[in-house]
């Protein structure tokens, strides 16, 4: 069987673990006295760390029926370097949009995503609108 990186919550950040596919389990000891890291699908499924301490069991996340806010969006940032040019650029464009420290702008909606990505001279070729 064939392994897959997982990914779980501990103090504020995302720890990646290796397992065969289907057999990880939903929470891991981290050290001698006990603690646990519990899985974070989410950071599995969007490849990036978005839960901080205090919602590892994801709860606030079930049921969503909504991807928005998409945070961060790692194809359209820039480097850390360019975070605060990227924002003074939406500010100037009158484009209302957070920027991670990591230079990541974080949409609200599909609409806000293509007004961002409009202003900066881009487009996505797979959104439906």
């Given at each position: 069987m064939p392994n897959r990186?997982?990914?779980?919550?501990?103090?504020?950040?995302?720890i990646e673990r290796t397992?065969?596919?289907?057999?990880?389990?939903?929470?891991?000891?981290?050290?001698?006295?006990?603690?646990?890291?519990f899985r974070n699908r989410q950071a599995e499924v969007l490849g990036l760390t978005?839960?901080?301490k205090g919602c590892e069991d994801n709860r606030h996340h079930r049921?969503?029926?909504?991807?928005w806010?998409?945070?961060?969006?790692?194809?359209?940032?820039?480097?850390?370097?360019g975070a605060q040019e990227l924002r003074e650029h939406?500010?100037?464009?009158?484009?209302?949009?957070?920027?991670?420290?990591?230079?990541?702008?974080i949409y609200t909606s599909a609409a806000h995503r293509k007004k961002a990505l409009k202003c900066r001279g881009?487009?996505?070729?797979?959104?439906y609108s």
């Open positions: 990186i997982y990914c779980y919550s501990f103090d504020e950040e995302i397992f065969p596919v289907g057999e990880a389990p939903d929470e891991i000891v981290m050290n001698q006295s006990g603690e646990k890291a978005t839960c901080v049921g969503r029926s909504s991807p806010p998409m945070e961060p969006c790692v194809a359209s940032g820039v480097g850390p370097q939406f500010t100037a464009q009158g484009v209302s949009t957070e920027v991670s420290k990591d230079g990541e702008p881009m487009f996505d070729r797979n959104s």
